[in-house]
């Protein structure tokens, strides 16, 4: 397990955007599998996006699809996710996950894949 550490969460319109943070503990962070989940008032967390091995293949929900980007940073253990035209629905807490095995093939879209979670973040985005 790793500290995962969110930043860059904040109120924004409709239609802006943000760029949230996560700083990883540990020394591998390039083997690591990154996803960031979120979890919105009154509902079930829900995957937003993953990044295997800082870049090999990368994966989105329908719902976030060609709006966010996750990219990764080995010098700075941090992965980081773009949000671009942000809507009212995106208002959740997000969470920063990984997946520490080296080269995993876990994680991904399964939240029981990651080994070590974030406090979260709050994005909030008015109408």
């Known amino acids: 397990q790793v500290q995962l550490v969110e930043s860059g969460g904040g109120l924004v319109q409709a239609g802006g955007s943000l760029r949230l943070s996560c700083g990883a503990s540990g020394r591998t962070f390039s083997t690591y599998t990154m996803g960031w989940f979120r979890r919105a008032p009154g509902k079930e967390r829900e995957f937003v996006a993953a990044?295997?091995?800082?870049?090999?293949?990368?994966a989105y929900a329908d719902s976030v699809k060609d709006r966010f980007t996750i990219s990764g940073d080995n010098a700075e253990n941090t992965v980081y996710l773009r949000l671009n035209s942000l809507k009212p629905e995106d208002t959740a807490v997000y969470y920063c996950a990984a997946d520490t095995s080296p080269y995993s093939n876990r994680g991904g879209r399964d939240p029981g894949g990651y080994d070590s979670w974030g406090q979260g973040t709050q994005v909030t985005v008015s109408s």
């Open positions: 990044i295997r091995w800082s870049g090999a293949s990368t």
